[in-house]
Nanobody, 132 residues
């Protein structure tokens, strides 16, 4: 059974950094997978923040995180990462990783950042809280 497990969320001060991890269990990450990080802030709709595919050769970011977040894949560790820097209060959210093997969905997500794009697999989430 495919499982994605996030970790790395914490409470940090404004301007702080974290590295979020998403371990894949039950299958091996490969270049056929498109993976992404989403987040959902209290009272807000879920939003897509970063997408990676083509073996890590293609990465895309929402404008709100561009220049501060970096998504990456480590195939040896079978893990997706996202380095989040210069955190502000608007970054406080539950962060989720997700994967799809359908290229059309991947392209839709990467070009439109449509958070309603159906993904095949989801993790349970990791909480990031940014405090002043």
């Amino acid at each position: 059974q495919v499982q994605l497990q996030e970790s790395g969320g914490d409470t940090v001060q404004i301007g702080g950094s974290l590295r979020l991890s998403c371990a894949a269990n039950g299958y091996v990450l490969s270049t056929t997978y498109c993976m992404a990080w989403f987040r959902q802030r209290p009272g807000k709709q879920r939003e897509a923040v970063a997408v990676i595919y083509n073996g890590g050769g293609n990465t895309y970011y929402a404008d709100s995180v561009k220049g501060r977040f970096t998504i990456s894949l480590n195939y040896a560790e079978n893990t997706l990462y996202m380095q989040v820097n210069s955190l502000n209060s608007e970054d406080s959210a539950m962060y989720y990783c997700a994967a799809t093997i359908k290229q059309s969905r991947c392209l839709n997500l990467a070009t439109k950042f449509d958070a309603t794009t159906p993904m095949n697999y989801w993790g349970q989430g990791t909480q990031v809280t940014v405090s002043s």
